[in-house]
C-alpha cells in the first residue's frame, strides 16, 4: 500500500493534538477550518483509519492516532532539524516561533536575541504575544504558544519552570535627581520619597511589597501605571524616581536615565522559561530557546 500524503498533512495534525481542537490549529497554521478539517480527512483515506474522535465538546485521539503522534513528532523534528544544520538550507527555513513574553523582558532583552537569531535563520518569524505573568502562564498552558519568558514559577502540574536569572529591583532616576549620584541606596533612602511604581495588580508589585513588608518598608508612590515602561516615560519627564526590575531598565548607557542598586534588603525576582510538560518545542524554537538561555548567561 502506498500512502501519499504531505508535511502540512502531518503539522495539521499534531497542531489539533497540540492545540486541542481544530479551530485554534487552523488559526495557528493560516488556514481555514475547513481547509485544515479536508487536509486530517485526506491523512485519514491514507492510513485507511480515523485518528480523531470528534465531539460537540472535544477532539480525542483514536487508537491508531495516538500510535502515530510519536512518529510524526519524530519525522518532523529530524526533517526540521536537518533542514536547520544545513547551512544555507537551514537559512532559506520558513517558519514561525510563537512566545508569551513579560513586557519587561520583550521590551529591552528579547529583541537583542531575536536580532541575533534573525541573522542565522532570516526566514524564521516570531510571534511574540507580550502579556502579565498570569497571561503569560495561561498561554503555555493552552498552547496558544510554544513556550513564555515569566517572572514566576508554574504551580501548574503541567508545566514546567526553569529558572535562567534573578532580576534585582533598582531604582531608575533622571540623572539631574538627588540620588543619581549616589553609589548604592538603601530602601531607608528613599522613606518619603515619591515615586512612580506599576499598579497593585502587577506581579511586580505584588512581589515587591511582600518583600518589603518583612522588613516593615513602606514606599510613598505618587503614581501608579499599569506598565513599567510608562513609568519610565514619566521619570524621564521629571516627575520622579521609579522603583523597577532592573530588567525593565535601558541595558546600555542612557542619555537620561540613570539606574541604582538598593540593599538591606536587596529584592529580586526570578526570570525563567514556562513550558508545557508533555509538550516537545519545534526544532526552530527549540534552538531560539537554547540562544536565549545562553544569551542570559552571559
Known amino acids: 500500500m502506498r500512502i501519499n500524503f504531505e508535511l502540512l ?44 474522535e470528534r465531539s460537540t465538546r472535544r477532539v480525542s485521539l483514536t487508537a491508531v492516532g495516538r500510535e502515530l503522534e510519536p512518529l510524526v513528532r519524530r519525522m518532523i523534528d529530524e526533517f526540521e532539524t536537518s533542514l536547520l544544520s544545513l547551512g544555507d538550507v537551514g537559512r532559506a527555513q520558513q517558519g514561525q516561533v510563537t512566545i508569551a513574553c513579560i513586557p519587561t523582558a520583550a521590551f529591552y532583552f528579547l529583541p537583542r536575541v531575536v536580532q541575533a537569531y534573525n541573522a542565522i535563520y532570516p526566514k524564521i518569524r516570531f510571534r511574540i504575544v507580550d502579556e502579565g505573568a498570569s497571561e503569560c502562564l495561561a498561554s503555555v498552558a493552552r498552547g496558544e504558544v510554544e513556550f513564555g519568558l515569566n517572572l514566576m514559577g508554574a504551580s501548574d502540574p503541567d508545566l514546567t519552570f526553569t529558572p535562567l536569572a534573578d532580576d534585582p529591583f533598582v ?11 549616589a553609589d548604592d541606596l538603601s530602601w531607608s533612602d528613599l522613606a518619603g520619597m515619591p515615586l512612580i ?91 531560539f530557546r537554547d540562544m536565549l538561555a545562553a544569551s542570559w548567561s552571559d
Do not use: Y
Request: glycine share 8%.
Open 197 to 287: 511604581g506599576v499598579s497593585r495588580a502587577s506581579g511586580n508589585r505584588v512581589l515587591l511589597d511582600a518583600a518589603l513588608s518583612k522588613s516593615d518598608i513602606q514606599l510613598q508612590w505618587l503614581c501608579e501605571v499599569n506598565h513599567l515602561s510608562t513609568s519610565l516615560g514619566l521619570v524621564e519627564a521629571g516627575l520622579g524616581a521609579s522603583v523597577l526590575p532592573r530588567l525593565a531598565t535601558p541595558q546600555e548607557d542612557h542619555p537620561i536615565i540613570v539606574t541604582k542598586r538598593i540593599k538591606d534588603p536587596i529584592v529580586t525576582r526570578t526570570i525563567g522559561i514556562v513550558e508545557r510538560r508533555r509538550s516537545r518545542l519545534s526544532p526552530a524554537a527549540q534552538r
Open 9 to 52: 498533512d502531518l503539522r495539521a495534525f499534531l497542531a489539533v493534538i497540540d492545540l486541542g481542537g481544530f479551530h485554534k490549529a487552523a488559526d495557528n497554521l493560516g488556514m481555514s477550518q475547513p481547509a485544515l478539517s479536508r487536509r486530517i480527512q485526506g491523512l485519514e483515506a491514507s492510513l485507511g483509519a480515523p485518528l480523531f
Open 171 to 181: 531604582l531608575a532616576c533622571r540623572r539631574d535627581h538627588p540620588l543619581a549620584a
